[in-house]
């Protein structure tokens, strides 16, 4: 893999016809059309989840949101290729991990929304909650991979970041770490080319997948917006893990099409040329050719799959327009797994203090 | 006299602008701080005036940000570092507090560290997690840093440049939900106090609170409100928090006998308990009632919809000064 880092791997064109590489196209030898059209339905929902929260955001349903329109195949195509037992760490923008990993979309917004932290439970879908700090979920991707390589669990770890990430110091630990212990994990780098205003130049003036090469690493760079090249590198990454290989470096070069988050203006640091580039390589517009192309497209398909985004962005809109905010006194719950005086003497005092409040409203009104 | 009206942040950025004008040896360092003009516009045109060798878009690597600036601090430069937001300086909590924090000392003060370490911090902004931190207490524990936090555009404006002035190395806390605040001051005055002097903000005799930051404005408008209801509040603003103006609180805590401390940082530990310590030590005879605090609860920073109950609002400080009153 190592040498074929400069040349990204591709199976589909831009205009949706197949590139043929026998090494990759082995690996989805088993997408037939079912598979194709699965995949297309993936990529539409999830674009539709994507705008539907930004819309949210909008309309000030959300604080914000971090939109990961144009990421659509680097995330459905990478998490397609795992196992239900294998484990992602994901960070803020992989809402089609989430949602490939069966997260409810009515939970899908909480965190945004600012009523928890998290939003779904990481063990049940075995995806985790969103990591805010740029970089630390390389290292827990690791530490979770060495502990199913020490049980002898045939499971692969999968870490998301982007770009800017491997510029931290958890990435490179992380690195380092997995290639010490040999764990069975995979490095999954979305480079959507900025970090919110800097381009991917300033973290690295060679190729990121090149980084790996330096931990001795195998790496390997894909078209990021070829849903079909995806799935085949990281099902090869996670087949490596599984049987003990190690772990992989996966650069998947693609797009961030809209602002870093809702309250971001690319404006101020990209242009637009740069962006309608980009277009031309959207993600969705090259599967659409391709089933096009190989005769899969057809009105009751196209139909289906506009009900179920249309279905799942109403649940994902339900779930977050007026869901609650926790009662108060919540604050103090779960900061420790047993009981803590301190905190029990804080949520006594507070819990007199509201009560007095209210009294006195109520006296005054 | 040049009075201008600015928003603190605006007032931070005017401050940095005329840092660079005066002295080459000043350059400002950050993720996002040039092009974009970070993502509070604080540092807004000035890589467009001063170029890319003067105001730095680094890597995303914050330990890598305070790591380099101490570098070239050790060769005669006065960095400004930015740190995004307060959740994001932890990476570089071993540069602050390890190197930068303990050059001088090491050397036997042969060699300075003249950083100044900006951090948006604390909440109400209705952010995400690690948006909303009030780091304060980590840093004004270790001895070597300096600690400040303007809470208006005008000292923002002269704190800043005292800091970069300064030979030590300053973490410079900026009130985020204050940055749009606006107020008139003089551009071109000499600041009206040294770095390290807290500042009486409104006379009062009954009772006295000691507060920073993003909190000043919060007693201000319950100080207000006392007065409707016949009580006389007089309030500092801290402004330094290492060191602390000490003299200045106990004069006060002499005159109105009464002191309550509020901050948003989680009560425990924090700065409000140091206060509270050195003026229960200094001024026992003269307090007529023990001293409080109003703090964030010892919890991590809640979630944005519940974050208000975790802020010190007006009604927590003079639920707090009723108590003080009523002792
Ligand atoms: C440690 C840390 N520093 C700074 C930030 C602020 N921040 C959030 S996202 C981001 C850019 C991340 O870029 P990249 O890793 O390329 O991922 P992308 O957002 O493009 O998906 C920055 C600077 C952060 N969240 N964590």
């Known amino acids: 893999m190592v040498d074929k880092i400069a040349y990204p791997v591709q199976l589909l064109q831009p205009d949706g016809r197949r590139v043929l590489r026998p090494e990759y196209t ?32 909008r309309q000030g349903e959300l604080g914000l949101w971090a939109p990961m329109l144009g990421q659509e195949a680097a995330q459905v195509g990478s998490a397609r290729a795992l196992r239900p037992d294998d484990y992602a760490f994901v960070s803020y923008r992989e809402h089609a991990v989430a949602y490939c990993r069966g997260v409810d979309p009515a939970e899908m917004t909480r965190m945004w929304r600012g009523t928890a932290h998290s939003g779904w439970d990481p063990h049940a879908v075995k995806v985790t909650n969103p990591a805010i700090v740029v970089g630390s979920q390389g290292l827990h991707a690791t530490g979770y991979a060495m502990g199913a390589h020490l049980d002898g669990a045939e499971i692969a770890t999968i870490a998301y970041f982007g770009d800017g990430a491997t510029s931290q110091g958890d990435i ?45 690493m195998p790496a390997v760079r894909v078209d990021g917006n070829d849903v079909l090249a995806v799935l085949a590198v990281t099902r090869q990454a996670t087949q490596r893990a599984r049987e003990g290989s190690g772990p992989t470096f996966i650069e998947a070069i693609t797009y961030r099409m809209g602002p870093h988050t809702t309250s971001d203006d690319p404006t101020r640091y990209r242009s637009s040329a740069e962006t309608a580039e980009w277009k031309a390589r959207d993600p969705i517009d090259r599967m659409h050719r391709l089933l096009d192309w190989e005769g899969l497209l057809d009105g009751a398909f196209l139909t289906r799959v506009r009900t179920t985004a249309d279905e799942i962005a109403a649940r994902l809109r339900s779930g977050a327009v007026g869901a609650p905010t ?20 804080e949520r006594a005092e507070y819990a007199a203090y509201l009560a007095a409040v209210t009294d006195t409203e109520e006296a005054l009104s | 006299m040049s009075t201008t009206r600015m928003s603190l942040g605006a007032a931070v950025g005017a401050g940095l602008r005329r840092a660079l004008e005066r002295d080459r040896k000043v350059v400002i360092m950050g993720e996002d701080v040039g092009r974009l003009g970070g993502v509070f516009r604080v540092t807004d045109t000035l890589q467009k005036d001063f170029g890319d060798n003067r105001v730095i878009d ?88 300096r600690v400040v936090t303007p809470s208006n555009p005008g000292d923002a404006f002269h704190m800043i440049q005292q800091s970069i002035a300064s030979d030590d190395p300053v973490v410079f806390f900026e009130p985020k939900r204050r940055y749009w605040d606006t107020a008139e001051f003089d551009v071109d005055a000499a600041p009206d106090l040294p770095l390290h002097s807290a500042r009486v903000l409104r006379e009062g005799s009954d009772a006295t609170i000691v507060t920073y930051g993003s909190v000043v ?34 004069r006060s805590v002499r005159k109105t006998g009464r002191l309550v401390v509020a901050h948003e940082a989680s009560t425990f530990l924090g700065l409000g308990a140091e206060v509270a310590a050195r003026i229960s030590e200094r001024c026992f005879y003269q307090l007529e ?10 919890i991590p920073y809640p979630p944005a919809k519940l974050e208000r109950h975790h802020l010190p609002d007006a009604d927590r400080l003079l639920d707090a000064v009723d108590r003080s009153l009523a002792a």
């Open chain 1, 172 to 216: 490179a630990e992380a690195l380092g770490f997995s290639m010490s212990f040999n764990a069975p994990v995979v490095f999954f780098c979305q480079n959507n080319q900025w970090a919110i205003s800097e381009p991917v130049h300033l973290q690295s003036p060679v190729p990121i997948a090149q980084r790996a090469a330096g931990y001795g």
């Open chain 2, 58 to 145: 680094t890597p995303l690597a914050e330990s890598g940000i305070i790591g380099a600036a101490f570098g070239m601090a050790l060769r005669g430069y006065r960095p400004v570092c930015e740190i995004q937001f307060d959740g994001f300086v932890y990476p570089a909590f071993d540069q602050i507090v390890s190197q930068v924090a303990k050059i001088h000392y090491r050397t036997e003060g042969k060699v300075t560290a003249p950083l100044t370490i900006r951090i948006p911090y604390g909440g109400g902004i209705g952010a995400v997690e690690h948006h909303s931190e009030s780091p304060e207490a980590y840093f004004v524990h270790t001895a070597g840093l």
């Open chain 1, 26 to 57: 082995n690996l989805v030898r088993d997408i037939g059309p079912d598979e194709l059209r699965a995949l297309y339905e993936d990529l539409v929902v999830t674009r539709r989840i994507d705008v539907e929260a930004t819309a949210l955001q």
């Open chain 2, 217 to 250: 404005p919060t007693a201000l408008s319950a100080a207000a409100i006392a007065e409707q209801e016949g009580n006389s509040l007089e309030v500092i603003d801290l402004r330094s928090l290492s060191p602390i103006d000490f003299p200045t609180v106990e």
């Open chain 2, 289 to 298: 009632a023990p001293v409080l605090r109003v703090g964030g609860f010892d």
């Open chain 1, 326 to 345: 926790p009662p108060p006194l919540s604050v103090f719950d779960h900061v420790y797994a047993s009981e803590h005086p301190l905190l029990e003497e």
